[in-house]
């Protein structure tokens, strides 16, 4: 097929229907251009710095004060640079801590014998109100009952169920 207006072959073809009227347009690459149908050729690296500005725009990354890691280099390596990164980075780490915690962002495993603070029971006493819940609702009740009597062990607001009525005997 060739261009409606030169001998050229045509590269664009458009059929309009308008009003129930079919019209078919054939242009060449340079009368494709001078209608606006296909912008001129150009290379590639002229087309990737046209695009790159748009896609920086927006806020800066943020900087770590302490170490000066960026988002960036965090990504790239995985590690924090010093203990500032997760409050700069906060945003960003606390939902891969909670996923590699299975949903915990707080310690919940062994602590070390010579830690002289006690344990938060609080901390324990919702682990222990969560896996009791767990094990109902698995129908486990024997695991159950070793949990509501833990809770009993500890005493106070803990002998309560997730949803603050009183464990039954």
Avoid: S
């Avoid at 054939?26 to 690296?45: D, I, K, R, T």
């Avoid at 010579?114 to 919702?126: H, K, Q, T, V």
């Amino acid at each position: 097929m060739n261009c409606d207006h030169c001998d050229k072959p045509a590269v664009v073809h458009e059929v309009v229907i308008k009003n129930g009227a079919k019209t078919e347009v054939h242009l060449c690459q340079a009368h494709a251009a001078m209608a606006g149908y296909v912008p001129e050729p150009q290379p590639l690296n002229v087309l990737l710095t046209n695009i790159a500005p748009a896609a920086r725009k927006g806020p800066p990354a943020p900087t770590c004060p302490g170490c000066t890691m960026t988002l960036a280099q965090f990504r790239q390596h995985g590690q924090v640079g010093c203990e500032q990164c997760y409050e700069v980075f906060g945003a960003v780490l606390e939902p891969l801590i909670e996923r590699a915690h299975a949903g915990r962002t707080h310690h919940a495993g062994r602590l070390p014998r010579r830690r002289a603070a006690p344990i938060d029971l609080r901390e324990l006493r919702m682990r222990l109100v969560r896996e009791l819940d767990e094990a109902v609702a698995a129908e486990q009740y024997e695991r159950a009952a070793r949990l509501r009597d833990r809770l009993h062990g500890l005493g106070g607001e803990g002998a309560t169920a997730g949803n603050g009525e009183p464990l039954k005997e």
